[in-house]
């Protein structure tokens, strides 16, 4: 079975300040991991995705197979980054596995 | 570019009424999902649809059921509303399925059962 495990419910960090949510996996097959995100008052939407190796909004995230992690990291944060995180894992054709999310909240 | 549209937004059922959750998408995606999000938990899979006519189960089934008579529309059915399926209600969709690529959302529907 798979399970996507994001420890923290809450993050808040400074305005500028480095900004990491974790996100650790177990799955047996090869995965597909995603962070989505859901700014206040909008629909969940995707950030990015770890097969695309791309920068959105000046996030970036690797996979880690060896530690089973998909970090999202970003170098300094802005007060519009504020809002819930859910990383998921992919695993077949359809299922989408969800973690529980964590809240960032920028300080200004 | 209306994407996914859910309605209602909000709804409050007594126990035992029925209620329909509706949800059509205009991206012409064969994929589309219900999803349930409890207060501090992530989203669990309760059915999905790899095209019309086509739906299984998902991780909690149980209490819903579904249809998908076209390719936009997807309404999840409550029969019997119990206290349990008070949550927040997602319905997405995506082409192809969403281990591959990105899943649109709709805007959620917020169900509380007393």
């Known amino acids: 079975a798979q399970r996507v495990t994001q420890p923290e419910k809450l993050l808040s960090v400074f305005k500028g300040a480095p900004v990491e949510l974790k996100c650790n996996y177990s799955?047996?097959?090869?995965?597909?991991l995603f962070w989505y995100v859901q700014y206040s008052r909008q629909r969940l939407q995707l950030l990015l995705r770890?097969?695309s190796r791309e920068s959105i909004k000046g996030f970036t995230a690797d996979l880690n197979k060896g530690e089973t992690s998909f970090h999202l990291k970003k170098p300094f944060a802005q007060e519009e980054d504020s809002a819930m995180y859910y990383c998921a894992l992919g695993a077949g054709s359809y299922q989408l596995t969800f973690g529980k999310g964590t809240k960032l909240s920028v300080i200004p | 570019n209306a994407g996914v549209t859910q309605t209602p937004k909000f709804r409050i059922l007594k126990i035992g009424q029925s209620m329909t959750l509706q949800c059509t998408q205009d991206?012409?995606?064969?994929?589309m999902y219900w999803y349930r999000q409890d207060p501090g938990m992530g989203l669990k899979l309760i059915y999905y649809s790899v095209g019309a006519g086509i739906t299984d189960k998902g991780e909690v089934p149980n209490g819903y059921n579904v249809s998908r008579s076209t390719t936009e529309d997807f309404p999840l059915r409550l029969e019997l509303a119990a206290p349990s399926q008070t949550s927040v209600y997602f319905c997405?969709?995506?082409?192809?399925?969403?281990?591959?690529?990105?899943?649109?959302f709709g805007q959620g529907t917020r169900l509380t059962v007393v």
């Open positions: 770890h097969i």
């Open positions: 799955y047996s097959g090869s995965p597909e």
């Open positions: 991206m012409n995606h064969n994929y």
């Open positions: 997405a969709s995506s082409y192809p399925g969403p281990a591959n690529t990105e899943a649109f």
